[in-house]
C-alpha cells in the first residue's frame, strides 16, 4: 500500500471512530467533502494545510495521523 492510501486509510479510520460522515468533516474542515473523498481512496495528496484541518476537526494532533500502529483495528 503507497502512502497516499495508508493516509486516505487512517482518515477514513479516525473519521469513523469520530462517528462523523464525510460531509460532516468537510464542514468542520472547511474542506469540501468530494476532496476528503478523494484522500480517503488515496487519490490525493493533501497539503500541509489541509493536513492540519483533517488533524483538527478529528481532535488529533497531527502525528496521530502518520502513527501507523494499530491502523488497522
Known amino acids: 500500500m503507497n502512502t497516499k492510501a495508508k ?7 479516525l473519521r469513523l471512530k469520530l462517528g462523523v460522515s ?3 468533516l ?3 474542515s472547511d474542506i469540501d467533502r ?3 473523498s478523494n484522500i480517503e ?8 494545510l489541509t493536513i492540519e484541518k483533517l488533524a483538527n476537526a478529528l481532535k488529533i494532533n497531527i ?3 502518520f502513527d ?3 491502523q488497522y483495528k
Open 7 to 13: 493516509f486516505g486509510k487512517k482518515v477514513r479510520i
Open 22 to 24: 464525510q460531509e460532516k
Open 26 to 28: 468537510g464542514e468542520l
Open 34 to 36: 468530494t476532496y476528503i
Open 41 to 48: 481512496s488515496g487519490n490525493r495528496n493533501p497539503s500541509l
Open 63 to 65: 502525528k496521530e495521523l
Open 68 to 70: 501507523d500502529k494499530n
